[in-house]
C-alpha cells in the first residue's frame, strides 16, 4: 500500500526544512513553508545555488514570526511578522514579478554579514501576489514554480544504488515524501489522493546545482554528485535532468505521515534516457589576482578565483540561469577578448561561446 511517509515545510527558501507529523494543505502550499526568502537589494532571490551555506541556518516557527540560528549554532535572532515592512516591494524568482514586505534593517545586516554581501530578508506578506505561471488562479508562496513537491523513497533508494556519493532525501527538499510504490512510479501519475485532499502532478521536477550541496557541510559536492548519477539516466530530450513530481492541490485539509495515497488518474511516463555527463575539470591552481571584467559596457574589478556568474551577479548584473551545473545552457555569454579556466569540456562552445557558471576568469575579460 502507498502511504504518507514524510512531510517537510521550508519556511526560509534554501535553509533547514523542519519535519512534521501533520500539515495544513493550502491552494500555495504547506502552512508555512517558504514564506521567507533572501534577496539581494533590488528584490531579486538569492539561494544556496549561490550560497550553499543557507542551507546550515535554522529556522524555528513562532507563534508570531520566526527564530534564525546561525550555521555554527553560535546566534540566533527573533523576527515579527509586525517587524516587517508595510510597503510592498517589487521581487523576482525565476523571472516571475511581484511584491514582498521586506524584513528590518537589523536583520538584514546580520544575515549580510554571514553571506558577505548586502541581503534581504523577505516575507511573502499576509496577500500572496505571486501567481503559478501558466495557472493565475493559483497563489504561490517563494517556491520555485509549484506549491507542492513530492518525492518517491524507493526512486531515492534506486539513486542511492547508482551513485557513488552519500545521497540524502533532505538534498531534494520536497513537501511530500511516498514509500510503498514502485520506483518512478509517481512518472505516470496524474491525479493523487493523500488522506482526504487530491492533488494533481503536474510536471516532473527539473534538478539543478542545488541538489549538490551537503545539507550538513554547506557545500558543494566536489564532483557534482547526484546531480551527475541522475543525468546519467535520467535526461529527458530537452536536457532537464528530473526527480519528484511538481504538485497543485484541488482542495484544502490535513494532511498526516502515515496516511493513504490512492492513485486516482495516471499518464504516459516521460521518457528518459542517458544525458551527456561531462567530467568536471580541476582548475589549475593559481595564485589570486585581480582582474578586470567588462560586460555590455559596464566594467568592474573581478578576480581569478570565482565563477564568472557569480561575479557577475554580485555586481547586480542580471545573467538568466536555471542549473548553474553546466547543464542547461541558459547562462551562455560571448567571450571577446580574454583567457578563461573552464571547469568542464563542455563550458567552451563554437565562436566565443562560453558558460558562465563553468568558467573562471584567467585574465581580463570582455564579455558580451
Given at each position: 500500500m502507498v502511504t504518507l511517509s514524510r512531510l517537510y515545510v521550508h519556511p526560509v527558501k534554501s535553509m533547514r526544512g523542519l519535519q512534521l507529523s501533520h500539515a495544513q494543505v493550502t491552494p500555495s502550499g504547506l502552512a508555512f513553508d517558504r514564506l521567507f526568502m533572501?534577496?539581494?537589494?533590488?528584490?531579486?532571490?538569492?539561494?544556496?545555488?549561490?550560497?550553499?551555506?543557507?542551507?546550515?541556518?535554522?529556522?524555528?516557527?513562532?507563534?508570531?514570526?520566526?527564530?534564525?540560528?546561525?550555521?555554527?549554532?553560535?546566534?540566533?535572532?527573533?523576527?515579527?511578522?509586525?517587524?516587517?515592512?508595510?510597503?510592498?516591494?517589487?521581487?523576482?524568482?525565476?523571472?516571475?514579478?511581484?511584491?514582498?514586505?521586506?524584513?528590518?534593517?537589523?536583520?538584514?545586516?546580520?544575515?549580510?554579514?554571514?553571506?558577505?554581501?548586502?541581503?534581504?530578508?523577505?516575507?511573502?506578506?499576509?496577500?500572496l501576489t505571486r501567481r503559478v505561471k501558466k495557472k493565475p488562479e493559483i497563489?504561490?508562496?517563494?517556491?520555485?514554480?509549484?506549491?507542492?513537491?513530492?518525492?518517491?523513497?524507493?526512486?531515492?533508494?534506486?539513486?542511492?544504488?547508482?551513485?557513488?556519493?552519500?545521497?540524502?532525501?533532505?538534498?531534494?527538499?520536497?513537501?511530500?515524501?511516498?514509500?510503498?510504490?514502485?520506483?518512478?512510479?509517481?512518472?505516470?501519475?496524474?491525479?493523487?489522493?493523500?488522506?482526504?485532499?487530491?492533488?494533481?502532478?503536474?510536471?516532473?521536477?527539473?534538478?539543478?546545482?542545488?541538489t549538490t550541496v551537503s545539507t550538513e557541510r554547506g557545500r558543494k559536492h566536489p564532483t557534482g554528485e547526484p546531480l551527475k548519477t541522475l543525468q546519467s539516466y535520467r535526461t529527458a530530450e530537452d536536457g532537464d535532468v528530473d526527480f519528484g513530481q511538481n504538485m497543485i492541490a484541488r482542495n484544502s485539509g490535513i494532511i498526516r505521515a502515515g496516511d493513504s495515497v490512492e492513485v486516482l488518474a495516471t499518464k504516459p511516463a516521460r521518457p528518459y534516457s542517458a544525458?551527456?555527463?561531462?567530467?568536471?575539470?580541476?582548475?589549475?591552481?593559481?595564485?589570486?589576482?585581480?582582474?578586470?571584467?567588462?560586460?555590455?559596457?559596464?566594467?568592474?574589478?573581478?578576480?581569478?578565483?570565482?565563477?564568472?556568474l557569480e561575479q557577475l551577479e554580485q555586481q547586480g548584473l542580471r545573467i538568466p540561469y536555471s542549473c548553474r551545473a553546466g547543464i542547461c545552457g541558459s547562462c551562455k555569454l560571448t567571450l571577446v577578448e580574454g583567457e578563461i579556466n573552464a571547469l568542464k569540456a563542455t563550458a567552451i562552445g563554437k565562436q566565443g561561446k562560453i558558460l558562465s557558471c563553468s568558467c573562471v576568469p584567467a585574465s581580463d575579460l570582455i564579455l558580451e
Open positions: 533572501l534577496t539581494d537589494p533590488q528584490g531579486t532571490f538569492i539561494t544556496a545555488r549561490q550560497y550553499p551555506q543557507l542551507v546550515q541556518f535554522t529556522p524555528a516557527l513562532l507563534p508570531d514570526g520566526l527564530i534564525l540560528t546561525s550555521p555554527d549554532g553560535s546566534d540566533s535572532v527573533v523576527l515579527k511578522f509586525s517587524d516587517f515592512d508595510s510597503q510592498p516591494q517589487p521581487t523576482e524568482v525565476w523571472g516571475n514579478h511581484f511584491t514582498s514586505l521586506i524584513a528590518p534593517e537589523n536583520i538584514n545586516t546580520w544575515l549580510s554579514v554571514y553571506l558577505k554581501r548586502d541581503v534581504q530578508l523577505r516575507w511573502v506578506g499576509p496577500s497563489p504561490l508562496s517563494f517556491a520555485d514554480g509549484y506549491p507542492y513537491l513530492l518525492l518517491n523513497e524507493a526512486s531515492l533508494f534506486d539513486l542511492k544504488k547508482r551513485c557513488p556519493a552519500s545521497v540524502k532525501l533532505e538534498q531534494f527538499r520536497p513537501n511530500l515524501v511516498i514509500t510503498g510504490a514502485e520506483p518512478y512510479a509517481e512518472d505516470t501519475w496524474q491525479t493523487i489522493r493523500v488522506g482526504e485532499v487530491i492533488f494533481d502532478l503536474v510536471k516532473p521536477c527539473s534538478r539543478c546545482v542545488l544525458g551527456t555527463v561531462v567530467e568536471n575539470v580541476e582548475m589549475p591552481a593559481t595564485a589570486a589576482q585581480e582582474v578586470a571584467i567588462t560586460y555590455k559596457g559596464t566594467s568592474f574589478k573581478g578576480n581569478n578565483q570565482q565563477i564568472l
